[in-house]
């Protein structure tokens, strides 16, 4: 039987995690049925450096919080050794920046909005762009909400292959050279591909999703989704980031702390439901677990899961669990940021972390501990 990290020196003690205030049922690791003596030793592996920098692990399954612990790591600094800033403990209240996850907080945000009958996801998305207006022609017109939610706008974007910190890679250069206007820097690019046909990551189109979304209910993001999404689920604080001509950076810059990440799984794992109040629609929800057309087989740098596919801005893929495959999806963020719903066991994940220069090792953590303690 696996024991966690053999070779690690046993020295964490499983703790039931505190009951708060905040709408997140408490429970033990022995009522939902999973060992802790395996995850004590995932505790003792990340103490003996085996993963890097794993700032908390959360284990909700069936209706509660079972596991939950915080560890020492650096908070996120863009120009400092290996994206590392201060060295700090971890905890409940710590706002933890939660890259790439920012992309399915904003799908779940563009979903309600749809739901609400602002806008539709077929809809092209000049329709919501009356400043930008210019860049709606040589195929581009065509483009749609579902394509930005996708990654298959056609539009050249290099996001993964060059390297971070300088204007070669798109990303970057949206906020090294493009403050004034990212929109503009985004719909410039040439339509090299067909939209809706191919897959290419890129944070612009979560960019130009967040000024979709602001056209067509009258609001920015930030306000819209403290009123549909984060009071409901009772979220606060939440942190975004704006460029300076006042469009807010949909790609990766919202601060949460873990237990509101886990909200947001819980929601979704409850099919839009949270404590009964229907926050985001089942169809929504299925749409983010389901692959669109060719997503799949994707491979993703620092990433040790394998080739996974994509839907509305989730990760999907199989895992092992108790000797059997098992469908997830995830909200997956640069560095070791992640909320794992896995309906089969009834469970919600989250990891924060700071292993934004080495391999996450989250699919090795999520296995060998998380799904194999299960009895």
Known sequence: MLNGCSK????????????????LQIGTLEEVGMDSSILNGSIDCIHANRYDQVHAILIYKDDRLVFEEYMEGNRYK??????????????????????????????????????????????PIFDYLPGHQQYKKGGKENI?????????????????????????????RIYIECQKDPLACILEKELIDTPGEKFTYSGGNMIILGEVLKNAVGT??????????????????????????????????????????????????DEGLWDGQR??????????????????????????????????TWWLKEVSAGGKDVKMYQASG????????????????????GNYAVNKHIRKMLEKHILSSIQ
């Open 220 to 269: 920015d993001i930030k306000d819209f989704s403290e009123q549909h999404l984060f009071k409901p689920l009772g979220i606060d604080p939440v942190i975004w980031y704006r460029f300076e001509n006042g469009v807010f950076a949909c790609d990766g810059s919202i601060m949460l702390t873990p237990r509101n990440m886990l909200k947001i799984g819980v929601t979704f794992l």
């Open 8 to 23: 690690c020196p046993p020295i964490y003690t499983y703790k039931v995690p505190v009951a708060y205030d905040d709408g």
């Open 144 to 172: 749609t909400i579902e394509h930005l939610l996708t990654m298959t706008t056609g539009l050249a974007w290099d996001e993964w292959g060059a390297a971070h910190g300088t204007s070669a890679n798109d990303i970057d």
């Open 334 to 353: 640069w560095g070791g940021q992640e909320i794992i719903v896995i309906p089969g066991t009834n469970m919600v994940v989250v990891f924060t972390g």
């Open 78 to 123: 863009w120009d400092g050794r290996y994206y590392h800033g201060d060295r700090i403990q971890w905890h409940k209240d710590s706002l933890h920046m939660i890259m790439s996850c920012t992309k399915s907080v904003t799908s779940a945000i563009v979903g309600i909005a749809v739901d609400k009958g602002y806008l539709d996801e077929n809809e």
């Open 279 to 312: 926050i985001i629609s089942k169809e929504w929800v299925e749409k983010s677990q389901r692959p669109y057309k060719d997503n799949k087989d994707i491979n993703v740098p620092l990433d040790d899961m394998g080739k996974m596919d994509y839907a509305y």
